[in-house]
């Protein structure tokens, strides 16, 4: 079976809407596990000026979470981060080391509301690169200004921003219109990461695999393996995307 990095999810029990508890944490672990993956990261929401628990607090779960899937599965990697509410002061926190980026390396999930205006996606990416972090923009596909405007997507790669799909627009029936417009980004080097976005064992569940299948089955080899191996890995290590 082929091993897949999920690097968004919500999988440490009740610090935000993921898991509730440890029982939950841990049947996510065992879905996403069974479908492949090997390398997970933690990424609960951070609203700034919204806090439920400090980042001690957070930590202290994610720690004792990795304890406990360790004891099952030696081979399964998990890592640090936060999906973070882009809005006023969420640059400053990221700067004064209140926030994880993915697995503490220089790239950073970024959530934004549906209905964001693009100059506020603008202002994201540049502040976040001037400051020297790598932006990934989670769930594209929710928001208003970049559905089916590929220029706009385009626009804000070439300001230095990495794109994030959820695997459940994979999953969709033959007549979806999300997923033909993810599968025509992918296609087009607009879509650098596939994740799943996890919160539960139900209607927001693993599902990496299926997504990562249908994929396979579309896009060329090199594009394929970009999106779900290459890219991955260097995230991990901190490197820009090839």
Known sequence: MAHYTDIHSHILPGVDDGAADREMTMEMIDAAYAQGVRVMIATPHYYPGHVKHPREYVDQVFQETVSVVKEKYADLALYPGNEVYYREGALEKLLDKRVHTLADTPYVLLEFSPGAH????????????????????????????????????????????????????????????????????????????????????????????????????????????????DNPARLLKGEYLR
């Not at 990416?125 to 929710?142: D, Q, S």
Request: one cysteine or more; hydrophobic letters at 40%; glycine letters at 8%.
């Open 118 to 229: 693009i100059n506020v996606l603008r202002g994201a990416v540049r502040g976040c690169v001037e400051a020297g972090y790598y932006p990934v923009l989670a769930h594209i596909e929710r928001y208003q200004c970049l559905w089916k405007n590929e220029k706009a997507v385009e626009e804000l790669v070439r300001m230095g921003a990495y794109m994030q799909v959820n695997a459940e627009n994979f999953t969709e029936g033959f007549f979806s219109a999300r997923r033909r417009w993810c599968l025509k980004l992918a296609g087009e080097g607009l879509m650098h990461f596939l994740a799943s976005d996890a919160h539960n064992t139900k209607e927001r569940c693993p599902n990496i695999k299926q997504a990562a299948d249908y994929l396979e089955g579309k896009l060329d080899e090199g594009t394929f393996r970009k999106i779900m191996y």
